[in-house]
Every structure is written in structure tokens, then in C-alpha cells.
């Protein structure tokens, strides 16, 4: 199977692999290719860029969450339709799950993939050095395919000079690319980069960025890269549902303030239920549903604005109430929650699971979870084995008495040992579960709110 792409790696977080990738897409977009963005990993605020860089939704292809058949046919399924694809990569080309083994890495995933990867460094103040590190890059896993380099944050034409020559002639690796330090306006919070939602000049960011690609970068030589990638096995697609009638209304706030889903998480939700999007900061009533999904995001930028839809809210804590089923997330979990206390305040939630929630200046969890289910809940049975992360500033107090889901086997959760308050027939957790993970997931929750609406 011939499908042309390419991995846009990076020696490691913040190097300026996001702004390279974005470029590219948004450059190849213009000269008329039809581009399929992907992002390695489980984020969610990258995949937002690409999307409106491309007009194709993101996929994430992450090793730890996904088993390699499919993170294979995630890629293949969703390429329809495109000319190349590009891969973001996270973090450094090999970091991943733990010390030792590759499990959750970009270098994993290129080899899945059989992509070729192109390397972005920030040179920023060395030259011969940049060799030493460079070919140490090569050298770590003859595994990846590593085609080539693009050297970020050049100080001048002469550092330029001397960091391509020891790059070429002592690390033997192509110079794709030699980038000079650039006032790009990509500016960061505690999760990473601003989403491109909330962004009013996404179009002139996207022209500055793909701008500097065109005029820094090596884009004919990376296309021939791409193109030259090895074909990949053939793959069973995942069945796709016959279009019949949708048995239940699935509610979705999706909006500035929740944005923290998975596509993939929605298609699969898409198969046997109708999506109805909501918007927590405009909506006033809730539509006729069968269930409510709320993902993560930032409620504590927007927690003002949040407890001022008080009409919304008691919408969401009658529909709680009813006993029909609620999934909410990370954001959304301190959205049910009884308030969200910030550095302007403390501001009133839904108020229907017992919790107050206070945010902190530094991590309280970040990284790959791994939990078990101490009892069953909408979303798993007794003993399933839950796989996701955390990534949050937030902690939460129990205000209450609650019924936990979950027993964590890695990772956080609520109070470092269970996650997953269960009230009614809601559930909130701190982990982001790829459904794709394990489909029974899915299917599971479509099930409740089936059984809930005889």
C-alpha cells in the first residue's frame, strides 16, 4: 500500500517541530495537495492546529493507548481521500512510556509506519556540538529511519554556516533545513500551546509560519522523502456501520472551554448514536438527549463565564439527576464538580458530584495512566483493564461521601489510589480514554443510554 508521509520528530519538547509541521501542512495545502494530518501521542491542542491548517481532522497514533494493528489502520482509513500524509511527533523522538523501553515513543510509531522521520533541533548557541548530539540521534536505534534534519533558531548566516558543514560532514545527515530565530507568536499556558480555537489570527499565524517553511525549508527534497516511504501491509479496515437510524441522542459540549477530544473518540460514538454539539457558554437549555459526553479543557480560563450559564447548569444537574448517563473527563469532571477555585477566585460548578476543585501552579499528574475497575460503571465492567492519561494543574477535595470506579494502577487519578466518582448514572474521572483502545468502551456507554430510554 503506497501511501507517502513523512514524521516531523523532534529532539525534544518546545524545539519547534509544531511550528515546522503546521507550516508544512498548511504550505502543501496551498500548493494544492490534499494533506491528512496525524499527531503521535495524546494530545489534544496540535491536532486543533492541524485540523484548521488542513481541513482534515488530526488522528492521534499513540503505541502505549493502541496495540501496532491499530494504530495501522487508524492511519490507513483515515489517508483516504488525501495525497500525504504528516506526522507530528510529541515530546523527543525517543522518549516514551518509561527509561527503558521504546513503548509510547515517536521513534515506535515511525517504525510501525515505516515512515521516514525528519528531525527538528534548536542549534541555538552551538555549532560542532550540534553534530555530537545529532549523531547520537542517528545512531540510538538504526531502526527509525531518520532522512534528514532541520536546524531551528539560527543566530546568523555564519553560525548557519558552521552548524550545516558539522552536521553534514561529522553526524553524515542531510541539512533539510536551516531556520532562523523568528518572532512567531505560538504562545503557551500550563497544557501546552493556546488552542487554535481561541486564537483570532489562526489565518495570519498559519501565513507567517508556512512563509518561513517555504523560505527556510527543503520541502521538495522532504516531499521526495515522503514519497519514497516503503509500502505498508495491508490492513482490515474497522467495519463500518450501515447508515440506519441512530437509536440514541448523544450531547457533546464541544467549545472554546472543552476541546479536549479524540476524533476517533466521536466516530466511534457516530456508528450507532447521533451527536448533538452544545455549547457551555452560549446554550441556555438542554436539547431531548440520551446521554452527555464532556471532555477536558480549560473550565479554569473560562470559570466566570461558566458559572454566569447558570441556566445551563441546572439544566446539566437535572440531567445528572435523571439517571441517565454522563461521561465527563478531566475539565468536565470539575465542571460537575461543586466549584473551580482559581487564582481570580472561586467560581460555582454543576454542582452535582460531591467535589471542590482548586488549581495549582504545577503538575498534579501528567503522564500514561493504567487503571483497574473496582466495580461496574457505564463505561467498563468489574476488573476491565482502562488504559489513557492525565494531564492536569487541578486538584480536587471530596466533599462527600462517593463510590469510585477505579483502582489506579498507574498514574493519579483523584487521590493518587481510585479514580472515577460514580453518582447516579454519571461518571467523572480524571483519565482521557482512547476509545479506540478498547471498543467496549464505546459501546459499553452507547448501551446504557439504550437501556436507560425504554
Given at each position: ?120 533541533a534548536n542549534v541555538e548557541r552551538l555549532n560542532r556540538t550540534a553534530a555530537a548530539m545529532l549523531l547520537g540521534y542517528k545512531l540510538f536505534d538504526p531502526g527509525v529511519m531518520l532522512e534528514g534534519v532541520i536546524l531551528n533558531r539560527i543566530g546568523s548566516q555564519r553560525h548557519a554556516g558552521k552548524v550545516k558543514m558539522a552536521v553534514e560532514k561529522l553526524a553524515g545527515l542531510r541539512v533539510l533545513g536551516v531556520v532562523p530565530r523568528k518572532n512567531v507568536k505560538m504562545p503557551y ?266
Open positions: 500500500m503506497e501511501i507517502p508521509r513523512v514524521v516531523i520528530a523532534g529532539t525534544s519538547s518546545k524545539v519547534g517541530k509544531t511550528m515546522i509541521s503546521i507550516g508544512l501542512m498548511r504550505l502543501l495545502v496551498s500548493r494544492g495537495y490534499r494533506v491528512q494530518p496525524y499527531k503521535v501521542g495524546p494530545d489534544f491542542i496540535d491536532p486543533g492546529f492541524h485540523h484548521l491548517a488542513t481541513g482534515r481532522y488530526s488522528r492521534n497514533l499513540d503505541s502505549f493507548m493502541l496495540d501496532r494493528q491499530t494504530i495501522i489502520e487508524t492511519f490507513v482509513r483515515n489517508f483516504k481521500g488525501a495525497d500525504i500524509a504528516i506526522i507530528e511527533g510529541k515530546t523527543g523522538l525517543y522518549d516514551s512510556s518509561d527509561a527503558i523501553s521504546e513503548k509510547g515513543s515517536v521513534a515506535e510509531v515511525s517504525k510501525i509506519l515505516k515512515a521516514p522521520v525528519v528531525l527538528v499556558r500550563h497544557l501546552g500551546l493556546v488552542t487554535a480555537y481561541e486564537r483570532e489570527d489562526i489565518e495570519e499565524l498559519f501565513d507567517s509560519i508556512s512563509d518561513i517553511v517555504e523560505k527556510h525549508v527543503d520541502v521538495d527534497t522532504i516531499l521526495k522523502i515522503a514519497e519514497k516511504a516503503p509500502p505498508l501491509d495491508s490492513v482490515v479496515e474497522n467495519e463500518i456501520e450501515s447508515e440506519k437510524e441512530k437509536q440514541v441522542r448523544i450531547g457533546v459540549i464541544r467549545d472554546q472551554v472543552f476541546s479536549f477530544y479524540y476524533q476517533d473518540n466521536l466516530d466511534e460514538l457516530s456508528k450507532y448514536a447521533e451527536l448533538v454539539f452544545l455549547n457551555s457558554l452560549e446554550d441556555k437549555k438542554l436539547p431531548n438527549l440520551d446521554a452527555l459526553y464532556i471532555g477536558g479543557g480549560f473550565p479554569e480560563v473560562f470559570a466566570e463565564e461558566l458559572e454566569k450559564n447558570k441556566k445551563l447548569r441546572e439544566e446539566i444537574y437535572e440531567f445528572c439527576q435523571s439517571g441517565k448517563p454522563v461521561y465527563a473527563e478531566c475539565g468536565g469532571l470539575m465542571y460537575l464538580g461543586e466549584s473551580l477555585e482559581t487564582s481570580d477566585g472561586e467560581f460555582e460548578m454543576v454542582g452535582f458530584l460531591p467535589l471542590k476543585t482548586k488549581m495549582y501552579e504545577r503538575f498534579q499528574a501528567q503522564g500514561y495512566s493504567v487503571y483497574r475497575a473496582s466495580k461496574s460503571c457505564i463505561i467498563a465492567r468489574r476488573n476491565q483493564k482502562i488504559v489513557g492519561h492525565e494531564f492536569h494543574y487541578s486538584r480536587p477535595t471530596i466533599t462527600g461521601k462517593v463510590d469510585f470506579a477505579f483502582r489506579v494502577e498507574r498514574g493519579f487519578g483523584i487521590d493518587g489510589r481510585r479514580d472515577g466518582i460514580m453518582k447516579e448514572n454519571t461518571l467523572g474521572c480524571y483519565i482521557h480514554v482512547h476509545f479506540l483502545s478498547d471498543k467496549s468502551v464505546s459501546k459499553r456507554f452507547i448501551k446504557n443510554a439504550i437501556k436507560k430510554k425504554k
